[in-house]
């Protein structure tokens, strides 16, 4: 019988290898999560939001199902907060993620969505993970030029006009 979410743990630590697999440096990992954290999450089957306490950073994630258990991503930035690589064991706490994800938008950003209204309907519509990859490619640009023209290619899909 699965949980219900105000029935399951505040916080589980576990220990795990996250797993590459791939032999190219830098690529992506994941990590499984043992039986015992996927029975304390309550035996779902769906994705899980999570938040992820790597040191004094945190992440938020999902779990997603996987062979009748969950993963998730470890990525670059987690890692580095972890001081840990792929097959590394890594010390790691989770909690369910209950509040609603917010994607903090770069007020210039935000003013080329308030000058498209389609765009910032369709932009405000998109799932949690395709606003913040929005955003996250717009705060990567190191160049103001790449910046804007990524601000204006952004704004120009969501408009539907590329």
């Known amino acids: 019988m699965a949980l219900t ?3 399951l743990p ?3 630590t576990f220990t795990a290898r996250p797993y590459q697999p791939r032999a ?8 499984v999560v043992p039986a015992k954290v996927h029975a304390a999450l309550g035996g779902a089957r769906g994705r899980i939001p999570i938040k992820l306490f790597l040191g004094t950073s945190v992440f938020q994630t999902s779990a997603m199902p996987f062979e009748g258990n969950h993963c998730f991503m470890f990525n670059a930035q987690m890692r580095a907060a972890a001081g840990k690589e792929a097959g590394q064991l890594v010390k ?3 909690e369910v993620d209950r509040g609603k ?5 770069p007020a210039d950003f935000a003013r080329a969505l308030k000058a498209s209204p389609l765009a910032r309907a369709r932009f ?3 799932a949690f993970s395709h606003r913040k990859a929005h955003v996250e490619a717009i705060l990567a640009a190191k160049r103001p030029e790449t910046r804007s ?3 204006a290619g952004a704004v120009a899909m969501l408009a539907g006009s590329k």
């Open 124 to 126: 405000n519509a998109l």
């Open 92 to 94: 790691f706490v989770l």
């Open 10 to 12: 505040a916080r589980i």
């Open 101 to 105: 994800r917010v994607v903090k938008v």
């Open 149 to 151: 023209r990524r601000i």
């Open 24 to 31: 190219e440096q830098g690529a992506w990992c994941f990590v």
């Open 5 to 7: 979410p105000d029935k």
